[in-house]
């Protein structure tokens, strides 16, 4: 789970970290206002969205005047922030955050993250923080530290100091980062954190250090022992298919592509997506339906993959274990008369009564003229591509 910057502001701040104040406002007037009240002759109004990538596409925006605050905060609110974040679409921000502007000396990135190699939390670090840090782990390596911690002690006071000493701060101020690098790791395992960084935590032009910017996400299989946490949750930020097929009990994950995948089993789901993308396609979804999926929840499915607008195609991959063959062969004809399949739909099934199935699916031919059969799971990714690209 995700929660916004001005909600992670509010973490950070209850766990000590020095935060500015600001306001979260949802109109220009209310910008304007906060601005004005505010007092402060340079200020900052940011869009609070999930993606990153803010800065660089105009969506956080130093101003000197509350005509200023309005005029940016109109733009936040009536454009779609595009980041390398987001897909094309982009995304809305419905949220602002209007602060202070701090005197930036310097910025810096620090960062709680899952080292999976490790099979522990790890901290990152660098000097070079701001909105290159991407470019900075890319094209320069060495200038990011990490810092394992351990798996019950957590990060150690010697640990932070080593983080802070490598950052280049010497004397009270490495204590300061030091006290800061701590109380991020706190927040980070106390809260089941999949990540929580600061970025850029920043030295002010009198000394200060303050994190001006903050993401934090959450383990969602910990949430249950978070319920302040779970309440922050944005309902609107979520993808509405997404919460329809978690309703459903589908695993669907939306993506950027046109060829939506209706697949049993996790596993078998990201082989089908490697197949289609191998034959050049690209797909709309991830969707495991599960191994004991039924005619409901097959019809739930499609009904969620069709109401997709990019989707051109579906190809239906299923491997008869539990979940007999025909049985699906049955699921997906009474999908077809109840949601109708205005896009070529190609199935590939195999396993358990697949014969039977077979049967069943041609005798539907006549009613479902879009729904082909494939022999295998490479001439179905072949034969969507085909009649997608055709479409
Ligand atoms: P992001 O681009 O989505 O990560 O948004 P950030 O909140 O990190 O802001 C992007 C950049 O805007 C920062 O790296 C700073 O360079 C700049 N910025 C943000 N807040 C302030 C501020 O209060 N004062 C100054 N001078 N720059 C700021
Ligand atoms: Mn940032």
Redesign the pocket.
Known sequence: MKIH?YQARDLLAKAGVPV?PAKVVETAAAAEEAFIANGMP?Q?I?AQVFA?????AG??K?VKSAAEARAAAEFMLGNRMVSPQTGPEGVAATKLLV??????AH?YYVGLVLDRAKSTASVIASAQG??EIEQVAHSNPQAIVKEPLHPTLGLQPFQARRVAARLGFTGKQAGVMAGILLKLANVFVQYDCSIAEI??LVLTKDGQLLA??AKINFDDNALFRHADIAALADPAENDPLEVRAAKANLNYIKLDGDIACLVNGAGLAMATMDVVQLHGGKPANFLDVGGGVKAEGAVEAFRILLSDKKVRGVLVNIFGGIARCDLIAEALIHAGREVGFKVPVVVRLEGTNVEKAREILAKARGELPTLKTATDLNDAAKQIVAATRAA
């Open positions: 910057e500015p340079l900052v940011k990153g990538g803010r800065g660089k969506f956080v130093l602060a202070g502007a701090v005197d930036i910025e701001g909105v970025n850029p001006i910017d």
